[in-house]
């Protein structure tokens, strides 16, 4: 019998993909952080401010990928793994506390967060899973997520222009770890294939997270709406064409990566789950937030400037972004749809941004609406094509 066939007594049971109680816990707080990256995104809306909470939203994205991930292997029965979910679930709400001021007076309390969390859950996998080849794996990915971290604390006493690139770096370092196989001098790499992936879990884990980020964009339409002194005709008028925009935002998502669906069926890899959940969600996360953040500047800013079109627009193609990868991670084709709903947005950005403020605001956003409830009535008639039943989506 070698390592590799010993089963520590933490590893999750085979078959079981539920996503557990423990799981749904610690997915609340990025309800929070979500929101948090936002509310950042939407009082900095600069070019500084943009590349700022690019930032900070990677560092959030990947706490919760990394964490993701090792739930797909530990046992969410086990007392010590609850209390690891628990300790993760604390780092990460003091970096979403800290996130509208991580690159001031919060940067250390941020920085030191996204340390402990993502030194802490690598070194738990290594000792509660001593003998098994996910152990081994995982010493490999503390030396990189050691490295990422010491930049990013290191970073934190550095003044903000040096900060964000320092921590720019970090963020690069830890995404590239994955695709580098977290290659390490003297104790070499490790391929995808020597980590075992359970795509259903992680695939739920993602489905689920993404809700919470259109949750996000329906509790800014709440608030925004709550805040305003008075609630003009204009005012419902674009919170129902942007709860449309969500609903075909949701539509298209679960008509993509649904139960079921033709992708979520598809490569069943390692690499490609790489590709469809760190990557791909990450960048289709983004842009709900984003879109939740055009949302906002509709209802108290509905003027057709730099910021709105851009914000308008960045969404969408992030998800766009997003559904390309995921569709080429899981079965080897974008979907040309992706690509004509891009090109029809970069078109319209450019013609709203040559017209300036003489443009009325609500244009910009009919054409985004128009895309992806586009985007949503393909999609569904593309996997309806298909002729294979799917479950109702969760």
Partial sequence: MTTQDIRPRLLR???DSEVAPIELFFDLVYVFAIIQVSHTLLYHLTPLGALETTVLFGAVWWLWNYSAWAMNYLDPARPSVRLLNAALMLAALGMALTLPSAFGDGGL??????????????????????????????????VWSAGASALFVAGAFLPPVARLVVWAVAIAVDVAGPRLEFRVPGLGRTPMGTWPVDVEHLAERNRLVFLIALGESILIMGFTLTDLEVVTPYAVLITLLGFTGLVALWWSYFALAGHGSRASDGD???????????????????????????????????????????????GPLL??????????????????SR????AVLVVAAAAALLAGPALPAIVIGLVVLAVVVGLAVTTELTERDTGRPRAPSR
């Fill in 13 to 15: 049971r085979p078959g």
């Fill in 268 to 314: 069943g890899s390692t690499r490609a789950a790489r590709a469809a959940f760190a990557y791909a969600h990450g960048l289709m996360i983004a842009g709900a937030v984003v879109f939740a953040v055009a949302i906002e500047l509709h209802l108290t800013d509905p003027v057709n400037s730099t910021a709105l079109v851009l914000a308008s627009v960045a």
């Fill in 109 to 142: 309390l941020f920085a030191l967060c996204f340390a402990a969390a993502q030194i802490g859950r690598p070194l738990f996998m290594v000792i509660a899973l001593r003998g098994h080849v996910v152990a081994r794996n995982y010493r490999n990915l503390l």
């Fill in 319 to 336: 998800y766009l972004a997003g559904n390309a990868l995921y569709l080429r991670g899981r079965t080897g084709a974008a979907g040309a």
């Fill in 339 to 342: 690509y004509v709903a891009t």
